[in-house]
Structure formats: structure tokens, C-alpha cells
């Protein structure tokens, strides 16, 4: 069995002490002591992108990454019923035609194993492999202010040296334990969503306990719940789920939507959550309520999808008796499918507004609680008291008796895996320090005392609020245009500026105060991981808001950071 306490810190779960012992081995052989232009951390989009316009540029690029291969999040999440929850083609990259053309979807909410497929396919169009090692985790990545470049050193032993850092390292990566006591003396298996092995795991007539009830644990409620003896959902915050109208894309339906590819990339990158799709103008109260419920339905129905009801009226989010409107619907509908009155009252959220917390898109998830072999456990009103020998002992007294266990408990989001990287910038500045009351990024993508530090998607950035793949290209092509700016006019260092870094903080605070955001417990707040600053992460300007702030920096000179001229020689 692996070490349960090391799996969750180093995503280890899955493999046995043998094959980690053997990786490590092979790679003693295969140490690392380079000087190079550019360290990108992470292969999934954002690193693979990155890796691919820098070596486009000429730059000499060492990738480092934790898993086997390519497809960050896409490569974790093997857990049943891992689906993206946007369109795939819309979820898909866009900066090379031919690619977009040639790849064909084939539902239209691709599972796991699709997308990594697809973007196994990039690495092999691009031959962005060989730019990346493999199975190496960062350990941590210094400043040196003489030469003003980055030493980055591996747990492996690997060394480089580099001009310019890039984090890819993901937004939502970093595997939140499940902070139960007593984990360590249960004697079934148990796993996390977020390092499913890569094996199939049987759960044909187990008695399985699911802990967490958020996106990935709504997609796994229905698959498991068909294998398993008897499935326990543990609910501790109910979430909001639209249903998914998931369908075999057909061959007209593809050409479709890659003849009309140029016009859906460009509403999509205008667009306020980065989808090809408008956003509405007209206030909730001011249609009558028939016209509402009919808005409603259709959100619902078969055209739906995971931002829709949020997209119904401009209002949804900034006014309570609006956002009302919509949560009642959504209970409606709760109590419509689910039988059993009290299990429905259980599952619909009462604690927040709608859309404060992500909503989910599911596939038949509350129609899982109309089967005999699930049952639901509220942790509000029967709270856990610690895992056992043989399950669940709840405060209760009553111990459940279980063979499996599943975490669906989420990540230390947006800030989690960059702060694990032990990154130090000027004067050994630790980053863990500078962000100990929340992270401070100008733009959301550089951060003061760190020079030639870029975040893709970091914290302070529209992120996962939008199309991440949208949010990705975006932060990949200013990256490489920013770098290009230094190469033509002999910069070395670029530093963001303390003054309008503070600035981006308020503005990104100022927008969400108009909003309903701040009255859920969200890890958009952090406020999911126990002692994290309680700070409002994601930019709310929309994809579009925010590309034409980044670029104003861009158009003028970088307005915002410091830039040092490459040392001229005597
Ligand atoms: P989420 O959305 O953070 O969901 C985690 C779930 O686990 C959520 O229901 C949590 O309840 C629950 N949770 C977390 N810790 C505990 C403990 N200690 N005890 C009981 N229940 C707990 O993570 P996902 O992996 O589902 O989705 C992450 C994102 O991936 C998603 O938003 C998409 O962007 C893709 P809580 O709500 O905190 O009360």
C-alpha cells in the first residue's frame, strides 16, 4: 500500500512504493544542470502552450513536470465520470486552425479520457515532449539578484538556471486532504478525486462512502452508485446542478461548429465567462414572471449548459431578490426529480446565493437518490467524528461500516500549487510570506520582488471564472509578446510595481463588493481550506473586460512594471 499520508502531498496515491522507488532510479541516471532561457512548470494546457510559443520564439525552454506525461488536470482526474463541463469545442485551443479543423470531438461534454487524448495530440503535433521531464516535482525556485536570473532545483536533484520563470502549475492542483481524523487506521482503500489511479478501480458490491459533493463529486455519485452495493453520499454544502443534455456529436454538427470556428473564438474571447454566447442585458424584474419561467426552462432544458442560468438575466449575481428567482427554480426542480421529500429538502442549497459557489453540470446526479442503494448524510445536522478501523463513526455514536472511501473534497485553489513551489524572489523574499494575508499579483499574472516571474492564469485573473482554455491562450500569447518586447529592446528583468499591483488588488476586491460572491463559503474565497486568508481570488471583469486591461499594459510599454536593460559589456 502506498503512504496514505504522503499520497495527498505528493500525489503519489495511485503508485506503489516499488514503482516510485523504480522512478526514481531511472532518474538518478537522468539529472538535470542546465542554463537555460525559460523554466515552465506544469504540462498541462497552459505549460504545453507556453513551451510551444517560446521554442516558436527561438528560446532554449526546460519543462518540468510532476505526473507521466502531458494533461495536467486531465491527466489527475480519472475518477468516474470526469467530464469537462463547458462544450468541448469550445474547450478546446485555438491559436492553429489546422489543429482545430483536423480534431474531432466526439460528444459534446467530452469525458476525461478524450481530452487527454487531445491533448496528447498537441504534444505530438508540436513535439513538445522532449521540452519537458517528467515524473520531477519543483522543489524551489530562488532569485539571484546579481545575475537577475532564477535557479530552479527539483525533488529529483535536477538544477537550472534560467532567465525567465513560468508557473503553469494549474489552478485547481493542489488535492485538499480531507482533514478527518483517523484516515490513517481505515482498512479499506480509499481515493481522491483529484489522483484517481490509472487503473480502473471495481467498485462491484462494495459498501462505499463519497465524501464531498462538489463538481467532481456530483460526477461520480451516478457511476459509482451503479457498481457499488451501497453508496453513502457525505453532503456537507449543497450544490446547485443544472443537468447536462451530454449527445454524440455528429458529423454535420462538427462541421458546423468548425466552419463557424472564427466567429465562436471571437465572441467567446469577448464574452464574460470566455463562451461563445451574449450576455444579457435585461434585469430579472424586468420581464413578467411567465416570461422568467420560460427564460428558466429553456436554461434548463436541452440547450443547457453549466453558465446558462447565470447568463439569464444581467442581475443574477449583484441582487439577491433576482438571484432568488433563480434559486427557487433550481429547488423546484430538485423537488421534482428527487422522491423522497426529505432527501430532496436535504440536497437543495440554502446557504448561499445561486452561483456564489460554482454550479455544477451533472449527469443524472439527483436522480441518483432515487435508488435503493444510495442514501445521503447531511454533515450538517449528522457531523463526522472521525474515520475508524471499518468506516465512519458519526458524532452521533453510529458507525458506518464501509470497504471504500472516495474524497471529492476539492484543491487548495488558484494559490495552492504555486505556493508549493517555495518560490523565493529579490533579497530572498519568500512568496509564502508575501502572500500570507492573500496573494498579491498585478494583473493577476506578475508579482512585485519576483522579476520575470509569470503566473499563467494566476491568482487576481479572470481563471477558472472563465473558459479556462480561453483564459489559457490568453495568458500564454501576452507572456511570449511580453517577452519578445524584452528581447527587442534589450530588457532583461521586468518587475511589476508595487503601487499598481496594489491598485489590480482593489480594483479585483471593488468589483466583487457589487457582487453576491463574498456571501458563500466558496474557495474562490479560499474559505474551503481550514486557516487560508479569507480574499476574493478570481477577477470578475469578464474575459473580455479583463483581455482589454492587459492589453492597455501592453500597448503602453508595460505600464505598471519596472524594466532593466540587459548589462551593455565595456
Ligand atoms: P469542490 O468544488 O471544492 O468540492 C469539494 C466538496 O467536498 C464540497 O462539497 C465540500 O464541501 C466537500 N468537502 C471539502 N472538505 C470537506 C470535509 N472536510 N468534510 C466534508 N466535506 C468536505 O471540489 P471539486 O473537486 O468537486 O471541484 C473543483 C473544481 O474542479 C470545480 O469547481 C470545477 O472547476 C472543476 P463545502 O462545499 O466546502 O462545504
Known amino acids: 500500500m502506498p503512504d496514505r499520508k504522503a499520497c495527498l502531498q505528493t500525489r503519489c496515491a495511485c503508485q506503489t512504493g516499488a514503482a516510485a522507488n523504480q522512478r526514481r532510479i531511472t532518474m538518478a541516471k537522468d539529472i538535470i544542470t542546465a542554463s537555460v532561457d525559460a523554466v515552465i512548470i506544469g504540462a498541462g494546457m497552459s505549460g504545453m502552450y507556453m513551451t510551444k510559443r517560446l521554442t516558436d520564439m527561438g528560446l532554449k525552454i526546460q519543462g518540468f513536470e510532476a505526473g507521466g506525461d502531458v494533461g495536467g488536470t486531465w491527466y489527475w482526474n480519472r475518477y468516474p465520470g470526469a467530464r469537462v463541463d463547458l462544450e468541448s469545442f469550445d474547450y478546446s485551443f485555438s491559436f ?5 479543423q483536423e480534431w474531432n470531438w466526439t460528444e459534446r461534454y ?3 479520457p478524450e481530452i487527454l487524448s487531445y491533448l496528447s495530440h498537441v504534444a505530438d503535433r508540436y513535439d513538445l515532449r522532449p521540452h519537458f521531464k517528467f515524473n520531477t516535482r519543483v522543489n ?4 539571484d539578484d546579481a545575475t537577475g536570473r532564477w535557479t530552479v532545483t527539483t525533488e529529483e536533484g535536477d538544477t537550472v538556471d534560467a532567465q525567465f520563470l513560468i508557473s503553469a502549475v494549474g489552478v485547481l492542483s493542489k488535492p485538499k486532504p480531507p482533514e478527518i481524523d483517523g484516515l490513517e487506521d481505515f482498512k479499506g482503500k480509499w481515493y481522491h478525486t ?12 462494495l459498501r462505499v462512502a463519497q465524501i464531498g459533493t462538489g463538481s467532481s463529486g456530483i460526477q461520480v455519485t451516478p457511476i459509482v452508485a451503479q457498481q457499488a452495493s451501497h453508496l453513502t453520499v457525505f453532503q456537507r454544502t449543497p450544490v446547485y446542478c443544472v443537468p447536462t ?20 473564438r471571437a465572441i467567446s474571447r469577448e ?4 463562451i461563445p454566447a451574449e450576455f444579457p442585458t435585461t434585469k430579472a424584474f424586468e420581464v413578467s414572471e411567465e416570461e422568467r419561467r420560460a427564460k428558466y426552462e429553456s436554461a434548463w432544458g436541452e440547450k443547457g449548459h453549466l453558465l446558462a442560468f447565470r447568463m439569464t438575466y444581467a442581475d443574477v449575481l449583484a441582487d439577491e431578490a433576482a438571484n432568488k428567482t433563480v434559486a427557487d427554480f433550481l429547488a423546484e ?3 421534482s426529480i428527487v422522491k423522497d421529500p426529505e432527501i430532496a429538502e436535504r440536497l437543495i442549497p440554502r446557504t448561499y446565493p445561486f452561483g456564489t459557489k460554482r454550479p455544477c453540470l451533472s449527469i443524472a446526479f439527483y436522480e441518483a437518490f432515487n435508488r435503493d442503494n444510495v442514501s445521503l448524510v447531511s454533515l450538517y445536522e449528522t457531523p463526522i467524528k472521525r474515520i475508524t478501523e471499518k468506516g465512519i463513526l458519526l458524532e452521533n455514536g453510529e458507525e458506518m461500516e464501509f470497504d471504500a472511501m472516495i474524497f471529492a473534497t476539492g484543491y487548495d485553489a488558484l494559490t495552492g500549487a504555486i505556493l508549493k513551489l517555495n518560490v523565493e524572489g529579490r533579497g530572498g523574499r519568500k512568496l509564502t510570506d508575501k502572500w500570507k494575508d492573500g496573494p498579491q499579483a498585478y ?24 473558459n479556462m482554455a480561453v483564459s489559457i491562450e490568453q495568458h500564454v500569447e501576452w507572456v511570449a509578446d511580453c517577452i519578445q518586447y524584452m528581447r527587442d529592446n534589450d530588457i532583461a528583468v521586468i518587475e511589476a510595481q508595487p503601487g499598481p499591483e496594489r491598485e489590480w488588488f482593489d480594483h479585483v476586491q471593488e468589483l466583487v463588493g457589487n457582487t453576491l460572491y463574498l456571501k458563500a463559503n466558496s474557495w474562490y474565497l479560499g474559505a474551503n481550506v481550514p486557516g487560508k486568508p479569507r480574499v476574493f481570488i478570481p477577477y470578475l471583469g469578464g474575459a473580455g473586460g479583463y483581455r482589454a486591461k492587459l492589453d492597455e499594459v501592453s500597448e503602453n510599454d508595460y505600464r505598471g512594471f519596472t524594466k532593466t536593460p540587459a548589462k551593455v559589456d565595456a
Open 443 to 466: 494583473m493577476g499574472i506578475a508579482t512585485s520582488e519576483f522579476p520575470n516571474l509569470f503566473m499563467l492564469t494566476g491568482p487576481l485573473s479572470p481563471g477558472p471564472l472563465n
Open 110 to 112: 467530452a469525458a476525461q
Open 333 to 335: 426542480k430538485i423537488r
Open 96 to 100: 492553429d486552425n489546422d489543429l482545430q
Open 245 to 264: 443534455d451530454n449527445y454524440k456529436l455528429t458529423e454535420e454538427l462538427l462541421n458546423e461548429v468548425k466552419a463557424t470556428y472564427p466567429e465562436r
Open 271 to 274: 464574452n464574460r465567462y470566455g
Open 194 to 205: 483529484g489522483q484517481w489511479p490509472h487503473e480502473p478501480v471495481d467498485f462491484t458490491g
Open 140 to 143: 524551489s525556485a530562488k532569485f
